[in-house]
């Protein structure tokens, strides 16, 4: 019994094991040679946060749902680097639009250097993921492309905002479904379908990886609460400090609105106030800590760590299912 990768799953199975730590250690070697450029100065920022490490979430759902069929198959770990490529990238333009300080635990790129920098070493890995995609097919191009649209849709619908008279609440399961379901379904469906699977499983895998991408960013909502030690390096309480409104907040909101209830409406006029300040921000956190709203956003998480083990129903029986499953739990794991 190993644990693999960052996220404390636990694998039963010796040649599972293998597979895994194998594919993963490959593609770390691929995402080292893919940041490579002829001028030192890119190298060092396409490394920046790839040398900083992180979950490798994706590349690991790629190398599980790979095992139902050739797990050695030769584009498994290409694709598996183009997902976490695509995703680095995201991050650098993430902490450009949110002017982060942090990332990873290391100095963000926007902060190391400066915002023009942080975009187009994005810029960077995006055309670096699109070179090793077009040594795997028209059809691994199309589904990237379509992901690569969600996602930016995602984006652009969080920063729009909900329009009159949609609920906070399913705007805000639209974006994420968008910004990070996109992204983790063609995990799923990439390392099925480079393995030669069947369609029936490339579908399953595809869906199971859109509810389970939900459940890692609801639960890293609740950690940015919940937790005092940030796993994603960055600092609790930062989402509240950016007044980016997730959806224990959201929670929040819906409740004071509901009940007209003082004391909520009260904390929401905090929230909703100039959170630099630290003794504010921390009387904040500590009152959001204790409200019902943070619950309910983990029962939100465990719902959909429930559908996507609900997905793999039609799979066969095996250390390659039972990871699967175990990866709904580790995930939820993280937000208590």
């Not at 009159?164 to 992204?183: C, F, M, N, Q």
């Not at 937790?227 to 224990?248: C, Y």
């Not at 504010?280 to 204790?290: C, I, N, V």
Request: aromatic fraction near 4%.
């Amino acid at each position: 019994m190993t644990v693999v990768g960052p996220l404390g799953l636990t694998v039963r199975d010796q040649t599972l094991e293998a597979d895994t730590q194998a594919g993963l250690a490959a593609v770390e070697e691929g995402l080292l040679e893919a940041t490579k450029s002829d001028v030192p100065f890119i190298t060092e920022a396409a490394q920046h946060l790839v040398r900083a490490g992180g979950k490798r979430f994706r590349p690991l759902l790629v190398m599980l749902a790979a095992q139902f069929g050739d797990p050695h198959a030769p584009g498994i770990v290409p694709s598996a680097v183009v997902v976490e490529l695509t995703h680095l990238a995201t991050l650098y333009h993430d902490d450009v639009m949110d002017e982060a300080d942090v990332r990873r635990g290391v100095a963000s790129a926007n902060t190391r250097w400066d915002n023009s920098v942080a975009v187009l070493t994005g810029d960077f890995l995006f055309a670096r993921a699109s070179h090793i995609l077009a040594d795997l097919g028209p059809e691994a191009v199309r589904i990237q492309a379509e992901a690569f649209e969600r996602l930016v849709t995602g984006q652009i619908l969080e920063t729009a905002g909900p329009r009159d008279g949609r609920d906070p609440i399913d705007h805000y399961l639209d974006v994420l479904a968008g910004k990070t379901g996109s992204l983790v379904a063609v995990s799923g469906r990439f390392g099925a379908m480079m393995s030669g699977a069947d369609e029936s499983v490339i579908s399953v895998l595809t869906q199971y990886g859109e509810r389970l991408g939900m459940a890692f960013q609801l639960a890293d909502d609740v950690l940015d609460i919940a937790s005092d030690s940030h796993e994603s390096g960055k600092t609790p309480g930062t989402d509240l400090r950016e007044g980016i409104a997730t959806l224990p907040v959201l929670r929040l909101r819906a409740q004071a609105q509901a009940t007209g209830s003082a004391a909520d409406l009260e904390l929401c006029a905090l929230l909703d106030g100039d959170l630099s300040d630290d003794e504010r921000h921390g009387e904040a956190l500590r009152r959001l800590r204790a409200h019902p709203a943070l619950e309910q956003a983990r029962h939100d998480t465990l719902r959909y760590a429930a559908e996507a083990r609900s997905m793999l129903a039609p799979l066969p029986r095996g250390a390659a299912r039972s990871a699967l499953e175990g990866l709904c739990d580790a995930v939820v794991h993280r937000a208590g």
